[in-house]
Nanobody, 117 residues
Framework: QVQLVESGGGLVQPGGSLRLSCLAS????????MSWYRQVPGKQRELVAR???????YYVDSVKGRFTISREGAGNVVFLDMNSLKPEDTAVYYC???????????WGPGTQVTVSS
């Protein structure tokens, strides 16, 4: 059974840092694209960062220079290091694993990040 579990969310002051982790199990993920999305109430889910199976990295403009995505081991653990956090980064953050060639698309339950003084 495929499972993604996020951790590391919480409350942080503006300018602070958090590290989100996503532990994936159930399949071999090293060839999957691993992504972090976020969503606030009333808005569409937004792609924040992605690291492909080949290591190509993408960031949405609003987090460039502040967030870093990485993966380790067999690719089953993905991190999102978030620095210089802003109130507008407040959202539920979701881990996603996708392999278009296999028509595979998996989501974690999400973890809340709140940036507030």
């Amino acid at each position: 059974q495929v499972q993604l579990v996020e951790s590391g969310g919480g409350l942080v002051q503006p300018g602070g840092s958090l590290r989100l982790s996503c532990l994936a199990s159930g399949v071999i993920f090293r060839l999957y694209h691993m992504s972090w999305y976020r969503q606030v109430p009333g808005k569409q889910r937004e792609l924040v960062a992605r690291i492909s199976g080949g290591g190509i990295i993408y960031y949405v403009d609003s987090v460039k220079g502040r967030f870093t995505i990485s993966r380790e081991g067999a690719g089953n653990v993905v991190f999102l290091d978030m620095n210089s956090l802003k109130p507008e980064d407040t959202a539920v953050y979701y881990c996603n694993a996708a392999n278009p060639g296999l028509h595979a698309d998996y989501w974690g339950p999400g973890t809340q990040v709140t940036v507030s003084s």
